[in-house]
């Protein structure tokens, strides 16, 4: 069974500038899942989506981050403009409906704003 | 809120040595628990996880019991090896009584682990 599936592995940009970042969780999932894990950090979650349909933004900046999951598959996190502060590495992971929050994780995409 | 706070690291052992990291929640209703390991140039990996309490979770050696009474769930391993050299983050998802979970996790601030020869 393929992983969840994340690309690029590394983003280094310069601050005010935007980013995309793509993720395809493992087939068949309906949830999805996109984290930001800050140096020394546990991750934290962003935005999680039941198939094309958020769930949970509340801690989603807004005013810059987006995220869509268009067909319930695959999803991309933008973020627009940057700031230094959103140096991180953004995790997306997915699970399937229902018990106990077992989640899957990609490798994940290292950004650095300069 | 739901919160997930674990022992100061980093941790530092020599083979073959006992690893307890410790691991205490706030949480309400019916969390899981798990605890996920990050490899060197990896992504998180589930290592294991206990659905209520009393449940003890193991795998490749590692052990944690879900203690509701002292709201816990370290981490434990016998003997230690060079390759769990890794960070470990203790995590919760929050459950309704039928196990069907709410979605996120919480994780902790995580847990250098350094085993040398």
């Known amino acids: 069974e393929a992983g969840v599936a994340q690309s690029p592995r590394y983003k280094i940009i310069e601050k005010r500038q935007s980013v995309a970042f793509w993720c395809n969780p493992i087939?068949?999932?309906?949830?999805l899942y996109w984290y930001q894990q800050i140096l020394g950090q546990g991750p934290k979650l962003l935005i999680q989506?039941?198939?094309?349909?958020?769930?949970?933004d509340s801690q989603l900046p807004k005013d810059r981050f987006s995220a869509e999951r268009l067909k319930g598959v695959d999803s991309t996190l933008k973020i627009q403009p940057a700031k230094l502060e959103d140096s991180a590495v953004y995790l997306c992971?997915?699970?399937?409906?229902?018990?106990?929050?077992?989640?899957?994780f990609g490798p994940g995409t290292r950004l650095t704003v300069l | 809120g739901d919160s997930v706070t674990q022992m100061e690291g980093p941790v530092t052992l020599s083979e073959e040595a006992f690893l307890t990291i410790n691991c205490t929640y706030t949480a309400t209703g019916y969390p899981s628990l798990f605890w996920y390991v990050q490899y060197p140039g990896e992504g998180l990996q589930l290592l294991l996880k206990a659905t209520k309490a009393d449940d003890k979770g193991s795998n490749k050696g590692f052990e944690a019991t879900y203690r509701k009474e002292t709201t816990s769930f370290h981490l434990e391993k016998g003997s230690v090896q060079v390759s769990d050299s890794a960070v470990y983050f203790c995590?919760?998802?929050?459950?309704?009584?039928?196990?069907?979970?709410?979605?996120?996790?919480?994780f902790g601030q995580g847990t250098i682990l350094t085993v040398h020869p």
């Open positions: 995590a919760l998802g929050g459950s309704n009584a039928g196990g069907t979970s709410y979605g996120k996790l919480t």
């Open positions: 087939s068949g999932h309906a949830t």
């Open positions: 989506f039941q198939n094309n349909g958020v769930v949970d």
């Open positions: 992971a997915s699970s399937s409906s229902g018990r106990y929050n077992e989640q899957f």
